[in-house]
């Protein structure tokens, strides 16, 4: 019986603590989604398809990437009961079967095919902005060479969207793979959120 009641609270303290973490990376996915709403809300096209391209597919990953963490918070509070602002815990979200976070599991997969999508253009794009910017500098014709100033700037623009947006990308679809495959995990282990 000692033995019993000894793995009964080891289970409880794993449980909980995995709980402490996994409320930490909530935490932290929300700042990162934060991040790329803000950066996604500046965002603007250069007029150039190629390099659009680009920073539409960054964007897309990014727009992914955001609704996927809020629907793992909102999946995560139903699973645990987390209480209300009142404090009172609603009884009428039913919480998440296993068939739903392992759904949800191929949903967050496919984001690393988005990720994936975007970084597959990002030297072609380095490349053109590269080429852009160069013809930009060597232009001769005062007329010309303001356009071709505007639209370096307009591409460079892009190009550092990307360039920025990316590593909160792959960091989120990261920690966001890893805290549904913890959740997945400790539902067939029988352990309870």
């Known amino acids: 019986?000692?033995?019993?009641?000894?793995?009964?609270?080891?289970?409880?303290?794993?449980?909980?603590?995995?709980?402490?973490?996994?409320?930490?990376e909530i935490k932290l996915s929300r700042e990162r989604a934060e991040k790329l709403q803000k950066m996604c809300d500046d965002y603007k096209r250069s007029g150039n398809s190629n390099v659009d391209g680009f920073g539409d597919a960054v964007k897309d990953a990014a727009v992914l990437a955001i609704a996927n963490s809020v629907q793992l918070e909102n999946m995560y509070k139903r699973q645990i009961g987390e209480p209300n602002a009142d404090g009172t815990i609603d009884v009428t979200n039913d919480k998440p079967t296993l068939e739903e976070w392992t759904a949800f599991a191929?949903?967050?997969?496919?984001?690393?095919?988005?990720?994936?999508?975007?970084?597959?253009?990002?030297?072609?794009?380095?490349?053109?902005?590269?080429?852009i910017t160069e013809s930009a500098t060597k232009e001769k014709n005062p007329m010309k060479a303001a356009k071709a100033a505007k639209?370096?700037?307009?591409?460079?623009?892009?190009?550092?969207?990307?360039?920025?947006?990316?590593?909160?990308?792959?960091?989120?679809?990261?920690?966001?793979?890893?805290?549904?495959?913890?959740?997945?995990e400790t539902i067939k282990s029988g352990k309870n959120l």
């Not at 080891?10 to 909980?16: E, P, Q, W």
């Not at 969207?161 to 495959?181: D, H, M, R, Y």
Request: neutral net charge; hydrophobic residues 50%; glycine residues 4%.
């Open 1 to 24: 019986m000692k033995k019993f009641i000894l793995a009964a609270l080891s289970v409880l303290m794993l449980s909980g603590m995995a709980n402490a973490q996994l409320n930490e």
């Open 106 to 131: 191929t949903t967050v997969a496919g984001e690393a095919v988005s990720i994936k999508n975007a970084t597959d253009k990002a030297k072609a794009t380095a490349d053109e902005v590269k080429s």
């Open 151 to 184: 639209t370096a700037k307009a591409v460079s623009a892009v190009l550092e969207f990307g360039n920025a947006a990316t590593p909160i990308l792959l960091e989120e679809s990261a920690a966001q793979v890893k805290a549904v495959n913890t959740i997945i």
